[in-house]
C-alpha cells in the first residue's frame, strides 16, 4: 500500500502574489529572523524562501502554515483578510 501525498496549490494573481510576497517579506523582518534563517527552520534553501519574497514563487497551503508557525503569524497576516 502506497500513501499519496498531495499539496494544495492556492492560484493567485500578479497582483495578490505580490501582496503575499510583500507581506512574507514583512513577516519575515517582524519576526527578527532573516531569510537564512527561515530557510533553516522551514528545512528550505534560501533559494525557495527568496523565490516567495519576491513573488517568483508563492507557498503551498501546508508550507504556508509552516511558514505562519515559524514567524508566528497567521494566515491573514499574509494572505489578508479571508
Same mark, same amino acid.
Given at each position: 500500500?502506497? =500513501?499519496?501525498?498531495?499539496? =494544495?496549490?492556492?492560484?493567485?494573481?500578479?497582483?495578490?502574489?505580490?501582496?503575499?510576497? #510583500?507581506?512574507? #517579506?514583512?513577516?519575515? #523582518?517582524?519576526?527578527?529572523?532573516? @531569510? %537564512? @534563517?527561515? %530557510?533553516?527552520?522551514? %528545512?528550505? $534553501?534560501?533559494?525557495?524562501?527568496?523565490?516567495?519574497?519576491?513573488?517568483?514563487?508563492?507557498? $503551498?497551503?501546508? $508550507?504556508? #502554515?509552516?511558514? /505562519? @508557525?515559524?514567524?508566528? /503569524? $497567521?494566515?491573514?497576516? =499574509?494572505?489578508?483578510?479571508?
Amino acid at each position: 500500500m502506497s =500513501i499519496l501525498h498531495l499539496d =494544495i496549490v492556492v492560484v493567485f494573481y500578479v497582483d495578490e502574489r505580490d501582496f503575499v510576497a #510583500k507581506n512574507i #517579506k514583512l513577516m519575515i #523582518k517582524s519576526s527578527g529572523k532573516n @531569510q %537564512a @534563517q527561515v %530557510a533553516r527552520e522551514m %528545512a528550505m $534553501t534560501e533559494a525557495n524562501i527568496s523565490d516567495y519574497v519576491n513573488g517568483r514563487a508563492v507557498p $503551498t497551503i501546508f $508550507t504556508l #502554515k509552516k511558514l /505562519c @508557525q515559524i514567524l508566528d /503569524c $497567521t494566515y491573514e497576516d =499574509i494572505l489578508g483578510p479571508l
